[in-house]
């Protein structure tokens, strides 16, 4: 038989989370929209105009037991004021490139600069006003990701570019 001190310590290990993450790094699709892509202090990231609207594409696959955390874009600007206007829709690639269609389309954010040029940020897209639903996207299949900067929007007030380095998704 198992003393209690062994069943406590299984039942212990099997609620105790460990975070993992992933890096997603901008993928080059030709698109006539893409940002422009360059490298930063020997950072890749893709970069995004002032009062223009370009995109940026990431896949991934996450595992079918995997839990998400919370999914970040990592991003800076030489600005120190201004508010930079995204969308981000994600889409599920099922069992075919006939199938690979968006699922969920995200919700026009703007976020504001936080007076500090040229320092990272990491901007939550899994917030309810993002409106990205992942519980319309099976984990196991290809996800597809597009972000969008709509600097043309009159709320986009950020004069500036736009570096966004990646994605980071943190999961347990």
């Known amino acids: 038989t198992q003393d209690w001190s062994e069943i406590s310590s299984q039942i212990l290990f099997r609620n105790t989370k460990k975070l993992l993450y992933e890096f997603l790094r901008p993928q080059d699709t030709d698109d006539a929209n893409d940002g422009t892509f ?25 595992s079918p037991e995997a839990r998400i955390d919370s999914i970040k874009f990592i991003w800076s600007t030489p600005a120190t004021t201004g508010n930079m206007r995204w969308t981000v829709d994600m889409g599920e690639g099922g069992d075919s490139d006939t199938n690979n269609v968006r699922t969920t ?44 900067r709509t600097g043309a929007h009159a709320d986009d007030t950020l004069t500036a570019t736009v570096n966004l380095y990646g994605l980071l998704i943190t999961y347990y």
């Open 38 to 62: 360059i490298a930063l202090n020997n950072t890749p990231a893709i970069q995004f105009a002032d009062a223009a609207t370009k995109v940026a594409y990431f896949s991934t696959v996450i």
């Open 105 to 148: 389309g995200g919700t026009a954010v703007t976020t504001a600069m936080d007076g500090a040029a040229n320092e990272l940020s990491y901007t939550d897209i899994l917030t309810a006003s993002a409106g990205v639903n992942l519980g319309a996207l099976k984990r196991g299949n290809l996800w597809g990701i597009k972000f969008t």
